[in-house]
């Protein structure tokens, strides 16, 4: 991280470092003594290419966002104002360099990073703070700019690695839909099923424990959350990382699981990594969403929508937060 400029905040023996001419990507999360992000070894950060694929020159690790679209698509001719508008590969904002305001209050130090829409009419803010009981709080805004409703998705991307001891915690019967499956491991995977068991051809799978699936695969899934506070977890060894939101604001979680696989860039090594991503719409292209009806979002014109995630880590025998 020598060659681009980068902000720390500390607060309560954690620290969060950011580098917002990197898209304003989270590139070090250090909470409850443990370094949680996973950094590509092939792909060292960098300044990032607008119009190149993600995959091959932007999936460097850490944790970043996607909006307004995870995937690459064009809008179909149908949708009011934007029809037939392209929109890239990973969203808009990994490619931008946003403007930042520093300030503080009673629980600590928080950075703001502002985007502005470069095809849609939107700003879209994000806040990071580490507070002094060493949580990291993500608080999120959009602004629709525009005459009409914004359509959107957001997915956060925050990328963990993936080792023999990974646990999951998600609700026990959560539906989960499978978007990608790879890897001769996952020939015949049912299509959908109730965390965190799910059918392969020839066996019971458990998703809770992604490095027991088998030796290598990958997979792509989306878990509809509780119209409620919910709390997600991922052990390794003693220690758990905990996300907490409102399951009425983010009513998903996007899992990407990688056990050895994808490589990226494509001529790189396999990797091991995960994504646990709550996230706004269960479909990575926003056409998709819109044509398949899976929870699209809409932003009325001069309107705003909200929302936030709490990020905490504990040693198993502490009480839970």
């Not at 898209?23 to 996973?38: C, D, K, M, N």
């Not at 839909?177 to 109730?194: H, N, P, T, W, Y």
């Not at 490095?211 to 989306?222: H, Q, T």
Request: with cysteine; charged share 20%; net charge neutral.
């Amino acid at each position: 991280m020598t060659t681009f400029g980068v902000i720390e905040l500390r607060g309560g023996g954690a620290r969060v470092t950011l580098a917002p001419s990197i898209g304003g990507r989270i590139v070090e999360l250090e909470l409850g003594g443990r370094q949680w992000l996973w950094a590509n070894p092939d792909l060292p950060f960098g300044p990032p290419v607008e119009g190149a694929s993600y995959a091959e020159t932007g999936n460097s690790g850490g944790y970043d966002e996607c909006f307004p679209t995870v995937a690459a698509c064009v809008l179909a001719s149908g949708t009011p104002r934007y029809g037939g508008l392209a929109l890239p590969d990973h969203g808009e904002l990994w490619t931008q360099h946003p403007a930042v305001h520093f300030d503080r209050d009673d629980d600590g130090q928080r950075a703001t990073c502002a985007w502005t829409g470069q095809r849609l009419p939107y700003r879209f803010l994000r806040s990071v703070q580490i507070t002094h009981a060493g949580e990291l709080r993500v608080g999120y805004t959009i602004e629709n700019t525009g005459a009409v409703p914004l359509p959107f998705l957001w997915s956060s991307q925050p990328m963990l690695p993936l080792t023999d001891v990974t646990r999951l915690e998600l609700p026990t019967g959560a539906l989960v839909r499978v978007a990608d499956a790879q890897g001769s491991a996952l020939k015949g995977i049912a299509a959908e099923c109730r965390w965190p068991n799910v059918r392969l051809a020839r066996s019971i799978a458990d998703l809770a424990f992604p490095a027991a699936i088998a030796r290598r695969y990958a997979c792509k899934l989306f878990v509809d959350l509780p119209a409620a506070p919910v709390v997600l977890g991922v052990t390794e060894g003693p220690l758990r990382l905990d996300v907490r939101f409102d399951g009425r604001a983010v009513p998903h979680v996007a899992l990407w699981l990688n056990n050895g696989e994808v490589k990226s860039p494509p001529d790189g090594h396999p990797a091991r990594n995960l994504a646990l991503a709550p996230c706004i719409g269960a479909a990575d292209a926003l056409t998709a969403a819109i044509k398949g009806g899976r929870q699209t979002q809409w932003v009325p014109a001069g309107s705003s929508r909200s929302w936030s995630l709490t990020w905490s880590a504990r040693r198993l025998d502490d009480a839970p937060a």
